[in-house]
């Protein structure tokens, strides 16, 4: 086609980029080998693994395929470099981000092209976009190195991180993973997707061309299976960082469960993108092509699912349609082309099968009439119209250019359905009534929610997932928190569990404390029944009542509950005397329990200073019976009586603690590289289970119970098995204290049966343990179903008097999630 035809036509001219460079480069380094400690090394394993290009179906290199022994040898070369890198100072780690950055920057055209080859993804994506986000990773976090010790105070890095990223965003999610982890002083063993290394092999080259200490940064190739799944089981890796697919990401969980590895998963999605009627739909249409044709659908924040408002749904789907016929689709190289190439044969039919699926369930279907290339693997732009919200495209991740529309009517419905799947990691919300889209946001599960705009990325505001989507944030100060751990925990593992402070005391001190407290054993009447026929005869007057005596019930939905079983479970002192009994709660309890849970979910809607208020109305009200609480103490540990008024004078500090935090552990507004804001909002996770301690059992139980409903989270709460008066006895302080019913819920019987039955529910949404190790194991296998948050101390003790272990930060941030809103503006 000539210039003057061009003209005539409009159409675009070829524009494509030269691959020469790339090629030779890939030439020259092949076979590629592993990346260990600053080396090139042959795979033990001996194999190597073909990387195609999708456009074209033709081998672009011969990388190496690691076995379990090279991962060995890998975390080996992590683990001897950690303790220099770890200690390197602040402002050195910086610099060596700071050369990472600029070296990407320097080679930057040689990434794009080798992306744009090795994964099918269009240039214009990966010079425009991936490109310069990896950069900027890597700048932001140099930042971050930097401020470290002034701004995570009390931190120390993990370790060893194993990182395993998939192949949709091949350098971006290594930039994700690497560079939080070493600005916070980690190493790194990162594998990298099996069907797009080549990118991870050139940052490597650029490792060694900055001269990172040996071993900071390892890179082994290989398949899953092996490599994968080695790297994973690894003994000697203090954490797994993730993204893939939510079914990977359980396996991982099952793996690592109960091996103390901190654990972030970055999953799927089924991102709703809304449009109300009052949009802009020009711009609209300019957004649908982003959020699902951008990277050919294969975005796990993709907004694939049209949620338009029923009265402009036929001009939008008909302005769709001529936008579509004009999408251009070819070689990725090409600067005029908008969809690229579906990253392998694989990929392609489970988007053909899931297609083929739609159309049964009787969804409608409309591609353009233009025809895809025939040489690689291309899937034309396609979408489904009169779509059930429950058809399995509607509900499945494609991961492909295919868009479902289903129409609202209002926007209580629009956010119904928004919220209508297990996945929340992303949303768009577009309406020219900031109002409007500024109500929606807030109520809607997802991490980020893009509003008049989509998939929109910067380092400084944290990218992660609601639910099914995941947990963790990479990006933000959310995301060095999955870094770093907590000074004060030194202790490995195989340590031993600290013994109860209770334990050490003589039996004499014991009887002692015990006749203090006014408990006789064989005047104790466990049954609230046989104490009322006493009363009723007229022996009260003559009957040496026990101090407390009565069976306390479960406390659901602001009401004291018989236990469904109509089974107790004594309680007994350290010295085996029964002190009372508790409801043994079971299933259905739990069951009841989260439904009230549930129920008051609007606690998380009302005012943090509201919040505030009623917390220190529990510590006023506390304070009131303080020495009762303290006597309680007594009696179920065996311990000092100044020891036990030491613990409700700590418990009263730690509501004040929370009631000031509530209104003050807030989000930020992020300026990234855009005319708007970004609202970093700090929000409830929803329902926490948890499991309490047996120390200090009214301590801990407030330690967790307060900021979990301080952050509007409510709460079903196990107390300890052994000592749970002291979580019964504050049931009567919650109801006087204008708490609304629902938002706690105290369920009492065998902890750690009810622990699992509460991680195994699907309408909790975090569970938190502290118990033994192996219960911390069982919660964490119980929580995969829903891949649900979990906390857990793995058998190890914390002290829950210091404020530094006992309360604070890391409590208020296992009791959030942050939402990035971004607001563009101008007009
Ligand atoms: P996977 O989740 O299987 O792969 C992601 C990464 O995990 C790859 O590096 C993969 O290695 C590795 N991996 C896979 N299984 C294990 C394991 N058991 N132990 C350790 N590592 C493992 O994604 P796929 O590439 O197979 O894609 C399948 C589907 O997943 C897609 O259709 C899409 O729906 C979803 N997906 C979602 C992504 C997201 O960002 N949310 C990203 C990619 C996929 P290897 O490459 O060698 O298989």
């Not at 494509?16 to 090394?41: G, R, S, T, Y």
């Not at 799947?421 to 889209?437: D, H, K, M, P, Q």
């Not at 019976?625 to 418990?651: L, P, S």
């Not at 019987?749 to 622990?755: A, D, K, Q, W, Y």
């Amino acid at each position: 086609m000539n210039i003057t035809e061009i003209f005539e036509t409009m159409e675009y001219g070829p524009a494509p980029e030269a691959p020469a460079l790339a090629q030779e480069w890939l030439k020259e380094h092949q076979p590629f080998n592993l990346f260990i400690n600053n080396q090139w090394v042959k795979p033990l394993s001996g194999q190597y693994l073909d990387s195609t290009n999708p456009a074209t179906g033709k081998t672009l290199a011969r990388v190496a395929s690691a076995n379990k022994a090279d991962v060995d040898a890998a975390v080996s070369a992590a683990r001897a470099a950690f303790p220099s890198w770890s200690k390197t100072p602040n402002h050195i780690r910086a610099r060596y981000l700071y050369a990472l950055a600029r070296t990407i920057q320097k080679h930057s055209r040689l990434l794009a092209v080798l992306e744009a080859l090795d994964n099918g993804k269009t240039i214009r994506e990966t010079r425009d976009l991936d490109i310069p986000l990896v950069a900027r990773h890597f700048y932001y976090h140099a930042g971050w190195a930097q401020l470290m010790s002034s701004e995570l105070p009390g931190y120390q890095p993990v370790g060893v991180v194993g990182q395993i990223i998939p192949w949709n965003f091949p350098l971006l999610m290594l930039a994700w993973k690497i560079a939080p982890a070493i600005a916070m002083g980690n190493t790194v063993v990162l594998k990298p997707a099996r069907y797009t290394p080549l990118t991870a092999l050139k940052f490597a080259e650029i490792v060694q061309e900055v001269g990172l200490p040996a071993g900071v940064i390892n890179i082994v190739t290989g398949e899953a299976g092996q490599a994968g799944e080695a790297l994973v089981q690894h003994a000697d890796v203090n954490k797994i960082a993730f993204t893939g697919s939510t079914e990977v990401g359980r396996s991982i969980r099952r793996t690592t469960a109960g091996s103390g590895k901190k654990l972030s998963l970055e999953l799927g999605g089924k991102s709703p993108f809304i449009v109300f009627d009052d949009a802009d739909l020009d711009s609209v249409i300019e957004g649908v092509v982003d959020a699902i044709w951008f990277n050919q659908g294969q975005v796990c924040c993709a907004g694939s699912r049209l949620l338009v408002q029923e009265n402009i749904a036929d001009r939008l789907v008909t302005k769709l349609r001529a936008r579509m016929e004009r999408l251009r689709m070819g070689d990725p190289l090409d600067k005029a082309v908008d969809i690229g190439a579906i990253v392998s044969p694989t990929q392609l039919q489970e988007i053909q099968r899931l297609v083929d699926q739609g159309v049964k369930e009787g969804a409608q279907l409309w591609q353009p009439s233009w025809s895809c290339p025939t040489e690689g693997s291309f899937f034309p732009p396609t979408l489904f119209t009169n779509v059930s919200p429950a058809a399995t495209i509607a509900q499945v991740e494609i991961f492909g250019p295919v868009l479902v529309s289903i129409t609202f009517r209002t926007p209580a419905e629009a956010v119904e359905l928004a919220n209508n799947t297990r996945y929340g990691l992303a949303a768009s919300v577009w309406s020219e009534n900031i109002n409007l889209a500024l109500d929606i946001a807030p109520k809607l599960k997802a991490g980020s929610v893009w509003i008049n705009s989509t998939n929109l990325f910067d380092a400084a505001c944290g990218f992660g997932g609601y639910r099914e989507s995941g947990y963790g944030r990479e990006g933000g100060k959310e995301g060095l928190y999955e870094y770093v751990r907590p000074s004060w925990q030194t202790k490995t593992l195989d340590q031993a569990p600290d013994t109860s402070a209770s334990t050490n005391l003589v039996d004499d001190e014991k009887m002692q404390i015990l006749s203090s407290n006014g408990l006789h054993l064989e005047e104790i009447s466990g049954e609230e029944d046989s104490l009322n026929d006493h009363m009723h005869n007229g022996s009260s007057s003559s009957f040496a009542f026990p101090a407390i005596d009565r069976t306390a019930k479960l406390f659901i939905d602001g009401k004291q509950a018989r236990p469904d079983s109509g089974y107790s479970r004594a309680i007994y002192t350290p010295a085996g005397e029964l002190i009372g009994e508790v409801g043994d709660g079971n299933r259905k309890d739990m069951r009841n329990a989260v439904e009230a849970a549930h129920k008051a979910s609007g606690w998380a809607n009302g005012t943090t200073h509201n919040r505030a208020q009623i917390l220190y109305y529990i510590a006023e009200n506390m304070a009131v019976r303080a020495e009762e609480f303290a006597r309680r103490i007594v009696a179920q540990t065996g311990r000092h009586h100044a020891d036990a008024e030491n613990e409700v004078q700590t418990t009263l500090s730690r509501l004040f603690s929370y009631a000031a935090w509530s209104d003050k552990f807030e989000g930020v507004v992020h300026r990234p590289p855009l005319r708007g804001v970004v609202l970093a909002m700090r929000e409830a996770i929803g329902v926490i289970g948890m499991a309490c301690p047996d120390q200090y059992p009214l301590l801990s139980f407030i330690s967790l119970v307060a900021p979990a409903i301080a952050m509007g989270n409510t709460v079903v709460a196990l107390p300890s098995s052994i000592a749970p008066l002291s979580a019964t006895d504050s049931y009567q302080i919650f109801e006087t204290s204008d708490l609304p019913a629902g938002v706690v819920n105290i369920v009492t019987g065998e902890r750690e049966i009810l622990s699992k039955v509460l991680a195994e529910h699907h309408d909790v949404n975090a569970m938190w343990y502290f118990g033994s190790a192996e219960g911390s194991k069982l919660v964490e296998l119980a929580s995969i179903s829903n891949v649900k948050r979990t906390w857990v101390n793995y058998g190890r003790e914390r002290a829950w008097l210091d404020p530094v272990q006992g309360e604070g930060e890391e409590f208020l941030r296992e009791s959030t999630q942050v939402k990035n809103i971004w607001v563009p503006y101008g007009e």
